[in-house]
């Protein structure tokens, strides 16, 4: 939706997050952007952990604030941080949280040094979110397969993570798909 920014100026399609009372319904906090632009819809993928909401950006910026006071905490993007891996492409298509963990995955990523592989492979990415950055969770599916979505739903609870592989060939069934368990 549309928002104001400091100036007072209408910001379109620059996103919100509205936090609710789970007992009452009522409305608790609106949480903004502190910088809104316009297109960015603030808000595509949500996500609790702890007293934090966990919110992207459509450009896939990973942002956190305090649901306790509404404070902008930090922002980090998988393109810029993922660092010794060649990443390119694709939005953070689903986030999930735990206390002290925060999984992004990137269905439609291209690794272009697959780890291990060193060829193209367009085979999706899990990422590690926290305060100093995103960082490459090293969850990989095996065998790799070429644009299979591994990525595109995950789960964490406790030292588990549930990632969806949503297009896989799997079990000789074309686009059949398959959950990855790590613990």
Known sequence: ???????????????????????????????????????????????????????VNRDSRVNAMSLANGAFLWTHSPMDDVGAFSLSGGFVDHISADTGAVKIGMASAWWVDYPGLGFYVGQGFTGQVSSTGVTASALYDSPA????????????????????VSRSDWGGFTDSGHACVFG
Request: a positive charge; aromatic letters at 6%; hydrophobic letters at 35%.
């Open 1 to 55: 939706g549309d928002v104001k920014n400091s100036a007072g100026k209408t910001v379109t399609g620059a996103g919100e997050v509205q936090v609710f009372n789970a007992v009452t319904g009522a409305l608790v906090r609106r949480l903004k952007h502190p910088q809104p632009e316009t297109g960015t819809k603030f808000g595509s993928q949500v996500a609790l952990s702890g007293n934090n909401a966990i919110i």
């Open 145 to 164: 397969e070429k644009f299979a979505g591994f990525g595109g739903s995950t789960a964490v609870s406790g030292g588990m993570t549930l990632v969806g």
